[in-house]
């Protein structure tokens, strides 16, 4: 039980860290800032343009491919 418990502390703990290091990096780099912005621009138009569950898949898929990329870039 005790093994059990550390294992969900640990998890908690390092959820903590990147939820730490994700805010740093969209507070502090301007390249990820942009991209949040025209990925936020985009989904509206998503909406707009009535997407349908395919192309919502490619789409997140997309901008989170752009952003993973971009924080191993920064990283």
Request: no cysteine; proline share 0%.
């Amino acid at each position: 039980m005790i093994k059990v418990r550390n294992f969900i502390i640990n998890r908690l703990k390092a959820f903590k860290y990147a939820a730490k290091g994700f805010w740093i990096l969209i507070t502090t780099e301007n390249s990820i800032i942009a991209q949040l912005i025209i990925a936020f621009v985009i989904t509206i138009i998503g909406f707009v343009m009535h997407l349908s569950a395919t192309e919502w898949m490619f789409q997140t898929l997309a901008i989170g491919l752009i952003l993973v990329a971009e924080s191993l870039n920064t990283g």
